[in-house]
């Protein structure tokens, strides 16, 4: 089983910050809203990954993202496993586009408006809070279709 090394991204800009809305059905999180992020190329590091996932995916330019977290997670039906570091920058130019419409479109969803949206699982509410928190580092795990379990998906954060 390979672990797969992933980058997501929580950019800010005028009070909300860019949030994917997941459009492939077999999605566990299909049509919520989500960080934008993917994989990291080989002999990429991680900083220049999550600038490039956010060109790709939203169309925007962010500079300077800082570490914020990582989160693991865990999907034990097919053995899959990723492992994600969270990046926050408040350094984001240009329009946000919708590059890839069978996949995911972006949305600026205010910050003010987050804990009572809907469409954003709770998971990601809390990690976003955490992220954004100062003198917190994010670290979470989100597992799903574990063996010996009721619960279909459970998400912890250490």
């Known amino acids: 089983m390979a672990i797969r090394t992933r980058v997501a991204c929580v950019a800010i800009r005028n009070g909300s ?16 809203l989500t960080p934008p992020g993917g994989g990291v190329e080989l002999h990429e590091i991680l900083e ?32 899959d496993h990723a492992v994600t570091t969270f990046f926050v920058t408040r350094h984001v130019l240009g329009e946000l586009m919708t590059k890839e419409p069978e996949k995911h479109i972006p949305h600026w969803v205010a910050l003010s408006d987050l804990k009572l949206n809907e469409r954003v699982p709770d998971y990601y509410k809390e990690c976003i809070r955490i992220l954004l928190a100062e003198q917190t580092f994010l670290n979470a795990r989100l597992e799903w279709n574990k063996p010996g379990t009721t619960d279909k998906f459970t998400w912890t954060i250490m």
């Not at 910050?17 to 919520?32: A, P, T």
């Open 17 to 32: 910050i860019v949030l994917m809305e997941k459009k492939i059905r077999s999605y566990f999180n299909y049509q919520q």
């Open 48 to 79: 220049d990954a999550c600038i490039r996932e956010m060109d790709e995916e939203t169309g925007l330019c962010i500079e300077r993202p800082v570490l914020r977290g990582i989160v693991s997670y865990i999907n034990h039906a097919n053995q």
